[in-house]
């Protein structure tokens, strides 16, 4: 069973997936090592084959619980938990890894305006979302641990940085 740990580049994927105890499957890593159709000119990134992915992931199933870890891992499971983290905090984190300006504002506004979890509640029959925001890794991992237990669920919808990234609230 896989289940994606997904979310904006910079909301803690990797930490908390670190922290799990489950085997963690690097979907970056996989594009890393070959899993590509190359370079992206416009964007200045790896071109994620995702048939190859498919693919591997599937070879890679089994009976035990596996993270897929990665901001697209939610294109190859059935159920996700997604990461958010408040626009404000997310910036310096991202300028903190080397980001660009015009790829911190993407990243920005995908997760201002909810475009993994959108995703993620469009290609997954289960969603969580859980708000990272001024929680600790340890804390965040205890969360999908509950989560994967069955013991909580935290269904989309509960987050909205509308407010925080352009002052907007919508009723």
Request: net charge negative.
């Amino acid at each position: 069973m896989q289940i994606a740990l997904t979310g904006t580049p910079g909301t803690g994927k990797t930490t908390v997936a670190g922290l799990l105890p489950y085997r963690v499957i690097d979907i970056n890593a996989l594009v890393r090592g070959g899993m590509n159709l190359g370079r992206d000119p416009e964007r200045g990134c790896l071109d994620a084959d995702m048939d190859a992915l498919e693919q591997r992931l599937k070879e890679l199933d089994s009976d035990e619980i596996s993270i897929l870890e990665g901001h697209f891992s939610h294109h190859f499971a059935d159920w996700s938990v997604v990461l958010r983290l408040a626009p404000s905090d997310l910036r310096p984190r991202l300028e903190a890894r080397g980001y660009s300006p015009e790829k911190i504002r993407e990243n920005l506004e995908a997760e201002a305006l909810d475009v993994i979890l959108v995703e993620s509640v469009e290609f997954c029959r289960r969603v969580d979302e859980i708000d990272t925001t001024g929680k600790t890794a340890p804390q965040v991992a205890e969360l999908v641990a509950r989560i994967i237990k069955d013991e909580l669920e935290l269904p989309p919808g509960q987050v909205d940085w509308l407010i925080d990234f352009f002052g907007w609230k919508i009723d």
